[in-house]
């Protein structure tokens, strides 16, 4: 028994020590949300301002569609993100407008935030330190047109649960900070179901994005067609 | 100079934050408490109402021209048909009634008009390629603002022609409407068995527009043959991001054309109704904070009211617009402008004698201020050889949830000049008016 156990511990060491950076941010992207289509409810509250409720369906990572439920008077302004093109569904012209991806959804989170749940295949990682409880890695953008050129991630190597994140800039100044905190389980498994996000140069501004539902779901292709958006 | 001193400004201050900054990972208290859960009935047919009032005062004669409330109902029933493939199908139900307060012709008194419409009507079958949309619906084709050419495909209610949000102009029709929709191809098909006369306002005051006599049950249906409208659309989005739509659409003319009558009260002037074939492209593609748009139009058979109010000329016309918006990520400024050029034969598409051209350029500035509750916006059209201006300024302020208010004005000037002649808003000239909007949404 005693042989078993140790040899059990001796080899997760070795799985652990084995990981290439790819591996672990693609272990941390599926503790963060499932790599199949789903569907989940999303609270954004800010210093100021209502707080604003959104349903993202997404599928992949590279198409999502936000549809606005709160605040009212932005109900029915649906986003669309295709790879790293973006329309927006305007309700008094009934049609989607091609707009560019500075256009912000509210507050601190940029659209970003909740659009691309996904590190891996956006951004190439290199492990900058290993402690004994966590790794601090470098991912920086290998496409163009994402919200940060570079996030620097800490992972929790029990678990490869991330921990917390800073969004940088191309010069490598801090432009955000996200803490992944309240993990509940949510479609299947123990997730983070908060993310807060603090403004670098401003800590007071901050925004917290709560995650209140999340279902794994088939999504159609058609529902990601910017001539689609709206019905 | 400015732009390179906020900059600077921005960068010492992230520096500053970079150096004092250090992870705490604390929670922070949302400040609002999380609201109660919907019951699932709402959930499920998710209603929506929004009423409103609409107030306008023209500035020439200091007189309200429009007194309207307005009560809309909008109710979704989406089915779930399969879980493994996420086909849908969908009830889409938009109600609209409007109260018009009218003046009698004393000035002093006024009566009210009510009336309803259905927005939307609808099933929408929804699965992995295709989107089929059966019953009465808005369809929406183009790209550029303010001037919506290549919006064809519903008729319009022109009656109040400086209320140009497609909402407002853009009468439902009965229609099939399917989309095949590839990964980046799309085709639409669109069938409308049943059309609407659009709505005018006459050009000239003192000759009323006839209302469409009413017809006999079996006119009705004689009217499918010749009134059906139809045509197709094909998109392509690129790798690149640019995203090309070329449509083809036969229908009766949207634009205003008359000719004078003798109707049951006197001389009035009839809307002509003729069939035109609509060829256009629509495009746009991002760059960074900048998006590039167009859409150009080509009609063919098309009416215009002849000088004489005799028989109407049939023409060939050509439009276009390009565009370009510029939006500034972080303070959310957006700026836009436009180039807008009409080419249009002089004479009748048979015995042409020329081509006449028209060319414009416009301009819409908007910025969000306390967090998107205020609003304000101008858009500006200056036509180029023709004395066309018209100025639209607009505040909108959301002081609560879905409460809205919205002040705009409408300024026009389109007479003829020692260099310029009358530019199309010409009718309009005499229509500068300041209009008030208040609703709200639930």
Redesign the interface.
Known sequence: MYRFLIAAVFCSNVTAFALTPDEIIQRADEIRNPSESYLMKVRITGNDGDPAVFEVQLSGNNRTLIKTLEPVRDRGRDLLMLNEDMWAYIPNLKRAVRVSLGQKLTGQAANGDISRMRWSGDYAPSLEKDSATDWQLLLKATKKGLTYEQVRVWIQKKDFRPLRAEYLSLQGKPLKLATYQAYKPLAGRERPSEIEIKDAVRSETRSLIQIQSMEIRKIPASAFQQSNLGG | MLLIALLLV??A??????E??E?T?E??A???Q?KKEKPAWYTFIQP?AELGYLTAFRLLDKTWTLRRAYAEVALKLPVDLS??????L?F?LVMKAFLEFVDNSTGTAYRTEATGEFRAANL?F??????I?VGAQ?I????T?GF?IA?IVNPRDLTDPLFN???WQ?EAVVALNS?L?L?SW?F?FIFTPFTRDSDFASPLGFFPVAEPPPEPTSAKFRRFGRDTEGGF?L?H?FVS?F?V?AFVYSHRSRNPAFQLGVGPSGPELFPIDLRVLSVGMSG???A????F?GDVIHHSGIPVTAEDLGSPIVQNQTQSILGI?W???ES?WTFGGQYHADFWSRGSSRTPRGLVSLHAISGRVAKPLL???LLPEIFVYQGLTARDRWIQPRLTW?PW??L?FSLRADFVEARSSVRLEDGVLAPLADEDRVLFWTSL??
């Open positions: 921005q960068a201050g992230v520096a500053r934050a970079a004092a900054y992870p990972g929670v922070p949302p400040r609002s999380v929506q879980k493994k493939t996420g086909s849908t969908t889409n929408k929804q699965s992995e390629k295709l989107a949309t808005e929406a084709w183009g790209e603002f919506h919006d949000d497609p909402e853009r989309q929709l990964e799309t639409q659309r998109g989005l991001g995203d739509n746009s593609y991002a960074g904070d900048f998006v748009r918006d939006t500034l990520a959310q967090d998107g509750k959301f949830q879905g809205s949404k639930f």
